[in-house]
Each structure stands twice: as structure tokens, then as C-alpha cells.
């Protein structure tokens, strides 16, 4: 096991590099299943959970093989087509198997991926959605076993809530079903237009990609994929709060500003000055605004499905708000324990209090925060930590970092770069 070492009160600045979309990447590599022959996906990171889904590709029979972000996996002999628990249990996305499998092999036994720390995460939308396209979903001994006795047909399926899995899962079922099918009231994540921009290379025939209606043509028969995964939003804005909350000026590059619609807007009510570029983000601080005047105006957000502003930064902006000059309200409504954060912030001097799905933040201003020993819980809770961290004044110490390492790829390579004095020891 190991933990972090944040030695804060350093001003971060100058560039940051973002890598590939975790979320984009899960779901593509994912979708190869669905073709046999060679895919080639692009710009992919190397995470803990890209990793984690190229061992249950093995596992299904998939070979890849990874070249710097580069990774090719060969689909064409599959072995079976079950997903163990014990994978499963440490990464929910294992359940996007489960559209695929049905599609290519007309079967699947996938794990129920069981809660997690932000919430009970269930899956009836999949399941609903399968049925509707004749799949008999049987869920038994913590199992779905799903299965065809004739080929999928095309169907109209509404979701309750736009769910990002769901309707990955469902188009993956969807591009090789006999007829039409249309998904309703579906996701707008920009992850999702990354998987309909490569199913529709691999020869389906989708449209409606970023509006809430989509249309599946289905076909006979899809070709091996090459395509490129697109940027992290989640990283980029992880990055640019973190810039933020140290008084700094700072860039992202590689990045798509326009998948952060909601996060670029409630940066500049903080105050901040965003410059946004093709495939780069900068912030800066307001002329004449010196270090020893720096004050981050205190904003509320809401949390909701895109373009709304997204969950997986939640955590990050309160982190910067409980350094801001006033009081500001942070609303979770997409998932029901998404407040882990909230008690290790308390430890570095944060003055929260939570009342359900809502938190008041009172702003302790720019150095505000003492460092302090703090425990990660789950991916993007960590990351506000050490958003907290670098803005806190002393050392502050992060275990359970194997969260972190899911979704940040070289984070400490990134924050170094930036300026940052950030180490791992091993506990
Ligand atoms: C995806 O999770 C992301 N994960 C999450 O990112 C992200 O927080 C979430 O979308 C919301 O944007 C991946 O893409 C791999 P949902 P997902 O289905 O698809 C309810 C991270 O940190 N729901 O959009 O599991 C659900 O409980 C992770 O990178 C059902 O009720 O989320 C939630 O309240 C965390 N039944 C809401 O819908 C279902 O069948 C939205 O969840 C499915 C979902």
C-alpha cells in the first residue's frame, strides 16, 4: 500500500498535458467484442481501470497488447463469455460486457456489479432495456444471465433517468438487432458520442449522437475498429480547480473545452479568467489581483446529467470552495452518498455541514486549510483531496491512493510539472 505526500501552499502554473477519457476508453474497448479481427484504439491512458478491463478481455479471450497509448486487441476467438464477480466487484463499468457479449454471442453471465462507495449503482435499466430487445435476463446467485433464443429485434426503449451505462450498454445490443431501434431520454455524455463515433466506423448505422434521441439501424455484421479516444473532461477540470485553489496561473492541453460547458462558466463566477483554444484551457487571476488579495468568490452548483454540470467534479469544487470568500451550496442529485469527501475535508479545516444531498460551504478564504492526514474512498473524492491539499497550508498525507491511480494517469509526473511537491511512500 502506499499513500501521498502533498507539501502545500506552493503556487501551481504553467502546462498540463490531459491524457485519454477513462469513461470513453472503458466502453470502446468494450466494443470491440462486437467485431471480431484486429481493433486499434487510440490515445487510451494507462490506468488502473484500463488495465483492470484488458485482464476481463483476456479473460473473454481478447488479446491486446498496449504501445504507449496505443493498444490493439484481437476479438476474433472468443473463449466464453462470463464475467466473474471478483473482477467485477472492483470495477463496476465491467457490466458494458454485457450489450456486446449478447450481441456477438447471443449470451452473457455477467456479475451484479453489487453498490459501491458513492451509491447503491444499480443496473434495471440495462436489464430493461435487453428485454425490450428479446433478451430473457435471468438474475440469480448475484448473476445476470442473459440470453437470446432468437436474434435481437429492434424496439423503442425510454429511459426513466439518462443513465451513461445504460445507454452505452444498449447501443452496443442495439447495432446488430434485426430492425430499428430508438433509445429515449437517453445520456449526452461526450464519452457516449466517442462510442457512436466508432460503432458507426465499424459499419452500424447510427444517428442523433449529442441530442437525447437516438436512432439504430441495425446491421448484419460490423469491421475491426480504428478510432481515438477523446480527452478527459473529468481530468482537465480536476486540474484546472486544482491550479485554482493555489492562487496560480496554469493551462490544459489536449483537451476538448467544449465537453466542459457547465465547469469553464462556474469558473469565471469564481472570478477566474478561461481562455478557452481548440484543444487548450488557461485560467488566470484578474489584473492587479495579487497573491496576498487573491479571493475565489463563493458559487453554488448542482450536479446533473450533461451539459449540466457533471458528478465526477463535484468534489473537486467544493474542495475550492471551502477556500472562498463567502458561503456556497454544493448539490449532488445524481448519486445518493457522494459526500465521502466532506469529513476528510473537515480534517484539513473545511466548514461543511450536509443536510441530505445538499452541503453549505463557508469559506475559510485563500490559505485557509491546515494540511492533514485524510483516507481516500473512492476516485473522484480523492482527487479533491489533493486539490485541498495543494491549497492547504503543511503537509498533508493521502492513503488508499489506489483510487486515485483508477482514473489519473502519471499524477504525479502532471503535478510536478505543474510545481508541485508531491511524492508516494509506501505505508
Ligand atoms: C457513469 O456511471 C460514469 N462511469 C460515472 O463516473 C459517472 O459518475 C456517471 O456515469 C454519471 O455521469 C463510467 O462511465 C464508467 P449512470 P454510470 O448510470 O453509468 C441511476 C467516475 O468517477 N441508475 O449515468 O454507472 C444511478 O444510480 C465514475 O469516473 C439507475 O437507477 O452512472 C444514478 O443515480 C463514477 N439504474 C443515475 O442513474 C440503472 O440501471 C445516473 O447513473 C443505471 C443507473
Redesign the pocket.
Known amino acids: 500500500m502506499e499513500k501521498l505526500i502533498v507539501e502545500g501552499g506552493r503556487q501551481l502554473s504553467g502546462e498540463v498535458r490531459i491524457s485519454g477519457a477513462?469513461?470513453a476508453a472503458?466502453p470502446l474497448i468494450a466494443a470491440t467484442l462486437l467485431a471480431p479481427g484486429k481493433h486499434t484504439l487510440r490515445n487510451v491512458p494507462d490506468l488502473r481501470d484500463t488495465r483492470t478491463f484488458m485482464r476481463l478481455m483476456g479473460e473473454l479471450g481478447v488479446t491486446s497488447e498496449r504501445n504507449g497509448n496505443t493498444v490493439t486487441l484481437d476479438s476474433t476467438q472468443l473463449v466464453h463469455a462470463e464475467v466473474s464477480y471478483d473482477l467485477v466487484k472492483t470495477m463496476?463499468?465491467s457490466v458494458l460486457v454485457l450489450g456486446p457479449l449478447v450481441a456477438r454471442l447471443g449470451r452473457a453471465r455477467v456479475s451484479l456489479p453489487g453498490g459501491c462507495a458513492?451509491?447503491?449503482?444499480?443496473?434495471?435499466?440495462?436489464i430493461m432495456g435487453l428485454e425490450a430487445l428479446g433478451v430473457s435476463c435471468r438474475l440469480e446467485n448475484g448473476y445476470v444471465d442473459a440470453e437470446i433464443s432468437t436474434p435481437l429485434q429492434g424496439n423503442v426503449i425510454y429511459f426513466d433517468?439518462p443513465?451513461?451505462?445504460?445507454t452505452e450498454n444498449l447501443l452496443m445490443a442495439a447495432v446488430l438487432a434485426e430492425g430499428t431501434t430508438v433509445l429515449k431520454n437517453v445520456?449526452r455524455?461526450p464519452?457516449i458520442g466517442n462510442l457512436i463515433d466508432m460503432l458507426n466506423g465499424m459499419g452500424a448505422e447510427i444517428e442523433g449522437k449529442d441530442s437525447g434521441r437516438l436512432t439504430i439501424k441495425g446491421v448484419t455484421s460490423l469491421r475491426p475498429a480504428d478510432c481515438r479516444i477523446i480527452p478527459d473532461r473529468?481530468e482537465a477540470g480536476t486540474y484546472l480547480m486544482a491550479i485554482a485553489a493555489t492562487g496560480g496561473n496554469g493551462m490544459v492541453t489536449h483537451c476538448n473545452p467544449s465537453h466542459l460547458p457547465s465547469l469553464l462558466e462556474k469558473l469565471r463566477a469564481v472570478g477566474l479568467i478561461v481562455v478557452e483554444t481548440k484543444d487548450t484551457i488557461s485560467i488566470n487571476w484578474p489584473e492587479g489581483d495579487t497573491n496576498s488579495y487573491r479571493k475565489l468568490r463563493s458559487v453554488d452548483i448542482k450536479t446533473m446529467p450533461y451539459p449540466g454540470y457533471?458528478?465526477?467534479l463535484q468534489a473537486q469544487f467544493m474542495a475550492l470552495m471551502t477556500i472562498s470568500s463567502d458561503v456556497s451550496m454544493v448539490n449532488e442529485t445524481?448519486?445518493e452518498n457522494r459526500f465521502m469527501h466532506v469529513a476528510e475535508l473537515r480534517r484539513m479545516g473545511a466548514d461543511i455541514k450536509v443536510d441530505g444531498h445538499s452541503a453549505v460551504v463557508s469559506g475559510k478564504g485563500m490559505r485557509g486549510l491546515n494540511g492533514a492526514p485524510v483516507m481516500a474512498t473512492d476516485?473522484?473524492a480523492s482527487s479533491s483531496l489533493v486539490v485541498a491539499g495543494l491549497a492547504a497550508t503543511g503537509r498533508t498525507e493521502i492513503t488508499r491512493i489506489y483510487h486515485l491511480e483508477r482514473?489519473y494517469e502519471n499524477l504525479v509526473e502532471k503535478l510536478t510539472g505543474l510545481g508541485a511537491r508531491v511524492w508516494k511512500e509506501s505505508v
Do not use: C, Q, Y
Not at 443513465?163 to 445504460?166: D, G, I, L, N, P
Open positions: 477513462k469513461n472503458l463496476r463499468a458513492i451509491g447503491a449503482r444499480p443496473i434495471n435499466f440495462h433517468i443513465s451513461v451505462t445504460a445520456a455524455e464519452e473529468i457533471p458528478t465526477d445524481i448519486f476516485l473522484r482514473g
